[in-house]
């Protein structure tokens, strides 16, 4: 039930763009994404909701296609800050699930 | 400000012990869900209450129970702990459903089981 990440892993040289990709064999009715730091709690960053809304946080964007059952999260002009695992959460009836993770590393 | 606490933040046991890990929002939260985090797995679905009284079972709830009497907390208990049950367990809440409303983390509780 869990939606699929991809890719599991990436590294980046500071001012890189990066694309993650989250994937549901169900339909989705809305996507969150979050950001952990090592050794801390998840940390909201946005949520989308049917109709192929775009949304934006600073120099992340992100997209859903429900159609696809897809969500795609734009990181531009990665920072340093921008390090961590990054999740999709998608509901299937009544169970709130998220993704395996896509660590990211922004190396100077 | 309102927040939300897990205790005990660090916990060592024995295998087939009862373990407790609390959970408490101060949000007037009606929704909270219990996960754990594991390499490789991301964070996975124990249980999730939609309000006082309501429990329901997540993806891996095996071994794992909840009870909700008040809107603040919503206690995991580990009837015998395994050690398939060493992780790191995360509490989370949120006003709205998950639909529209996004999920605030406690800090986490790591469990090792011996």
């Known amino acids: 039930q869990q939606p699929v990440q991809s890719p599991q892993a990436v590294i980046l040289r500071e001012g890189e763009d990066a694309v993650i990709n989250c994937s549901s064999s169900?339909?989705?009715?809305?996507v969150h994404w979050y950001r952990q730091k090592h050794g801390e709690a998840p940390v909201f960053l946005m949520i989308?909701?049917?109709?192929?809304e775009q949304k934006g946080h600073e120099k992340i964007s992100a997209s859903f296609n429900e159609k696809k059952q897809q969500s795609s999260l734009y990181l531009t002009a990665s920072q340093l800050s921008y390090s961590g695992t990054y999740f999709c959460?998608?509901?299937?009836?009544?169970?709130?699930?998220f993704g395996t993770g896509t660590s990211l590393t922004v190396i100077p | 400000d309102a927040e939300i606490t897990q205790s005990p933040r660090h916990k060592i046991t024995e295998t087939g012990r009862q373990v407790t890990l609390a959970c408490h929002q101060t949000?007037?939260?009606?929704?909270m869900f219990w996960y754990r985090q594991d390499l490789g797995h991301g964070l996975r679905l124990i249980h999730y209450s939609y309000g006082v009284h309501d429990t329901n079972k997540g993806e891996v709830s095996d071994g794992y129970s909840v009870s909700r009497s008040n809107t603040e907390d919503l206690p995991l208990t580990l009837e015998s702990a395994a050690s398939s049950q060493t992780s790191v367990y995360f509490c989370a809440s949120s006003l709205a459903h998950p639909d529209t409303g996004e999920l605030f983390f406690g800090e986490g509780s790591r469990l090792t089981v011996l």
């Open positions: 949000w007037n939260h009606n929704n």
């Open positions: 989308l909701l049917k109709g192929g």
């Open positions: 959460g998608t509901r299937t009836g009544n169970q709130f699930y």
């Open positions: 169900k339909a989705l009715y809305s």
